[in-house]
């Protein structure tokens, strides 16, 4: 049992760690799917086709999805305090120099070295999860967690859409560098790995079971060991699908698709994105808890994959829809596609706790991955099926390859849900 002091220690180190690696996550978040709001005023400034925009914008994900197993092996032994500090410098000068690039070429290695420095954050915070809160609450606090990364998104939405108004993206970016430089020395000072640097005991010794033991081999041991795992595969198609397409069409494609397709205009649409967003936070945080609730895993994950497909239909064949219709669409897609976060909890689950950050890293792939793949095919479908020139407005017609290729991407995942082992809501390796 813990004293008074140490129980008020225990909580303040705990949401201290929360927050300020959280913070860091809001900005990766705001990165990814920044360039929605801004992809007029990138083509305009960088003279950019489609493909072009998309390769830029996917820039972010390439880095990222080559970090993901890098990044779990490095909090696995460094831990994720340095790992996010160091991490939130790289994203901080990518950010500045990519508000300040006169170039393409410019803007494309600033959106490398932000994708470099945030692709960090999120397997850092699943690894302070596990150490800061009860194994049986960990996929209710990754639905917070990307409840919180989704202010973030919604930020990269309306709201960034209106500050242009009134600002240049240019600036935005140049302030959003700053802030991530601040993050990284806030973390370096204030946040513990977990409770054991600070004295105390840990979640577990505190619930009555023993410590998760700690692995003692090399890191390259550790990741044969999770790679090896038949188990931990499934879910990183899982992410590839379902996480790719949710990505690269909020990410990127959304804004264009409803602008040309519906003739919205870019502040419409950017509520139809943040509506998508707000969902998926939302979705995420109720299917986690639900999971947790009701002990299981793969039932939530099939359902929500299945009616996340099911919403593409109506935007394949671009279906005549009412504002309150197109509202609603993007507010359902957005509940139901985060089932894939419970992989995460899944591909922990499989694994030993001691590689929960490589694990949960291998699965987490998938999703950058995929985008990183989607984004620049769905600009090369789009331009390969207008006919017309430069001068020419896009039409519903040259974006319809593209839904088609988003949407077979979340087939794919909807499949892989049903390789998932179920772990009912507990480690498998552990008696």
């Not at 959280?22 to 801004?38: C, E, K, N, Q, T």
Request: charge should be positive; proline fraction near 3%; hydrophobic fraction near 55%.
């Amino acid at each position: 049992m813990l004293n008074l002091h140490q129980s008020k220690q225990l909580l303040r180190l705990r949401w201290m760690a929360f927050v300020i690696v959280g913070l860091a996550y809001v900005l990766s978040y705001f990165h990814r799917f920044s360039p929605a709001a801004i992809s007029g005023d990138l083509q305009q400034t960088f003279h950019a086709s489609g493909a072009e925009l998309g390769g830029l914008a996917a820039t972010y994900f390439y880095v990222y999805m080559v970090m993901q197993i890098p990044t779990g092996i490095l909090v696995d032994t460094l831990g994720p305090r340095r790992v996010v500090a160091i991490g939130g410098v790289i994203g901080g000068l990518g950010a500045l120099l990519f508000g300040m690039a006169d170039t393409l070429a410019a803007a494309s290695v600033g959106r490398l070295l932000v994708g470099l420095g945030v692709s960090v954050t999120f397997i850092s915070l699943l690894k302070l999860n596990a150490a800061w809160f009860h194994d049986r609450h960990f996929a209710t606090m990754t639905g917070v967690t990307i409840v919180l990364g989704n202010v973030g998104s919604l930020l990269a939405a309306a709201p960034l859409a209106w500050a242009l108004y009134f600002i240049s993206w240019r600036s935005v970016f140049v302030a959003v560098g700053a802030f991530s430089l601040l993050l990284a020395v806030l973390t370096w000072f204030l946040v513990r790995n977990n409770p054991g640097e600070a004295g105390l005991p840990s979640l577990r010794e505190l619930d009555g079971k023993l410590a998760h033991q700690r692995y003692e081999g090399h890191w390259y041991d550790g990741l044969k060991v999770v790679l090896k795992n038949r188990a931990t595969w499934p879910g990183l198609w899982v992410n590839m699908g379902l996480a790719g397409s949710l990505f690269a069409f909020a990410g990127l494609w959304a804004v264009p698709f409803l602008r040309d397709a519906y003739g919205m205009d870019r502040a419409e649409a950017t509520r139809h994105t943040t509506l998508l967003l707000a969902g998926y936070a939302i979705g995420a945080f109720f299917i986690g808890m639900l999971s947790d609730r009701i002990g299981r895993r793969k039932p939530v994950m099939i359902a929500g994959a299945l009616a996340y497909c099911l919403c593409w239909l109506p935007l394949l064949f671009g279906v005549a829809m009412s504002d309150f219709a197109s509202y609603t669409l993007f507010l359902v897609m957005g509940l139901c596609a985060p089932s894939f976060t419970l992989s995460w909890s899944c591909a922990k689950e499989v694994n030993p706790h001691a590689l929960s950050g490589m694990a949960t890293s291998v699965v987490n792939t998938g999703a950058f991955f995929g985008t990183a793949i989607m984004q620049p095919l769905v600009g090369w479908a789009v331009d390969h099926a207008h006919s017309g020139g430069s001068a020419t407005p896009l039409i519903l017609a040259d974006y319809h390859g593209g839904i088609a290729i988003l949407m077979g991407f979340s087939l794919m995942g909807l499949v892989a849900t049903l390789f998932i082992r179920e772990t009912y809501c507990r480690y498998l390796t552990v008696d």
